[in-house]
T-cell receptor, first 112, second 112 residues
């Protein structure tokens, strides 16, 4: 199966940029995703990138994909207190299975 | 309508009770999923339905019984649960299998 690793915690000051990193072992995922989960809530799809792209920008969010290093990152510009949450990266299954392989999640804390 | 809804939001049940979780989407999606999420962990896939047929059962105990009565509805029937089954149960849907999944807000289950 797929191993997807993330650092557990990240703290940033309001207004700074946040960068959340993700490394994975299987390079055959067609799509790679970023989900946000606020306390007690479900997962909100933030953005995703097709595996043949290396960058995608969507307002304050920038996704970078380095397939050679199997590294995915999410940059949040001008981080706000409402961005405090757990962020999961996920990839589609290696054999084309239906499931997503989730990372361990990074808890982002934004300090006012 | 671009959301996945789940009821109830919270559920407390005893080990001898029978209850059901409900998930609904009206986006025309033909794949639906149940995940279980323990605190501070990523979601774990339980079941996948594709075109109303069960396509993946991730070795889930038989005390969890999924049902997909039509393309918009997904149920999870619960019977004789254990305290360790307490978790957040998330439903998701995607247009078809292997495509981007959209999650509901979850049902927080406590088994006493």
């Amino acid at each position: 199966g797929e191993d997807v690793e993330q650092s557990l915690f990240l703290s940033v000051r309001e207004g700074d940029s946040s960068v959340i990193n993700c490394t994975y072992t299987d390079s055959s995922s067609t799509y790679l995703y970023w989900y946000k989960q606020e306390p007690g809530a479900g997962l909100q799809l933030l953005t995703y990138i097709f595996s043949n792209m290396d960058m995608k920008q969507d307002q304050r969010l920038t996704v970078l994909l380095n397939k050679k290093d199997k590294h995915l990152s999410l940059r949040i510009a001008d981080t706000q207190t409402g961005d405090s949450a757990i962020y999961f990266c996920a990839g589609s299954g290696r054999t084309g299975a239906n499931n997503l392989f989730f990372g361990t999640g990074t808890r982002l804390t934004v300090i006012p | 309508d671009t959301e996945v809804t789940q009821t109830p939001k919270h559920l407390v049940m005893g080990m001898t009770n029978k209850k059901s979780l409900k998930c609904e989407q009206h986006m025309g999606h033909r794949a639906m999923y149940w995940y279980k999420q323990k605190a501070k962990k990523p979601p774990e896939l339980m079941f996948v339905y594709s075109y109303e047929k069960l396509s993946i059962n991730e070795s889930v105990p038989s005390r969890f019984s999924p049902e997909c009565p039509n393309s918009s509805l997904l149920n999870l029937h619960l019977h004789a649960l254990q305290p360790e089954d307490s978790a957040l149960y998330l439903c998701a849907s995607s247009p078809r299998a292997l495509e981007t999944q959209y999650f509901g807000p979850g049902t927080r289950l406590l088994v006493l």
